[in-house]
């Protein structure tokens, strides 16, 4: 019995030092961004699609500036999904902050891509494509200069 203590207390601390030390093992996901489109971010030479949404191609110009001007000067942190971590070889999926800002929520509200509606219900955008849709923003407006702004870049 004294023999399986001791196996059990080697192990647990084995496995107490690995969790302590998984932060500074873990690659870190963070930088500034440069925005591909709508729902792809490149951070520190990693391509990161946004999960939960997808971009249509009408107006992605528009789109892609308005992600642009949203996320100019702020740093990005991306959390990659261990299920789904490499969509495509060379691209991760993952879910990306603006400080507390969550990029896929923001595109999805100011109308520049539409909700993935089989994403994991924590991260599922259709109240926010709804509400995109019903104030006519984004691809769901009328065109125009001001329809890239009306969102806000500070706007959550």
């Known amino acids: ?7 059990s207390a080697v192990i647990g601390l084995l496995f107490f030092a690995l969790l302590s030390f998984w932060p500074a093992v873990k690659k870190d996901h963070a930088g500034t961004a440069t925005v591909i489109d709508a729902v792809t971010l490149a951070v ?9 949404v997808a971009a249509p191609r009408q107006r992605e110009a528009e789109a892609t500036a308005a992600l642009g001007t949203f996320l100019q000067g702020r740093t990005v942190q991306c959390e990659v999904l261990p299920d789904e971590s490499r969509e495509t070889p060379g691209r991760f999926v993952s879910i990306c902050y603006a400080g507390s800002d969550n990029i896929a929520a923001w595109v999805a509200r100011n109308g520049w891509a539409t909700a993935d509606r089989d ?10 494509e709804r509400t995109a849709r019903f104030l006519g923003m984004g691809i769901w407006g009328g065109g125009g200069p001001g329809a890239a702004s009306r969102g ?3 706007q959550n």
């Open 1 to 7: 019995m004294i023999p399986f203590a001791r196996l």
């Open 119 to 128: 994403a994991n219900r924590l991260y599922n955008y259709t109240t926010d």
């Open 44 to 52: 520190n030479g990693e391509t990161h699609r946004l999960y939960g």
């Open 152 to 154: 806000g870049a500070g």
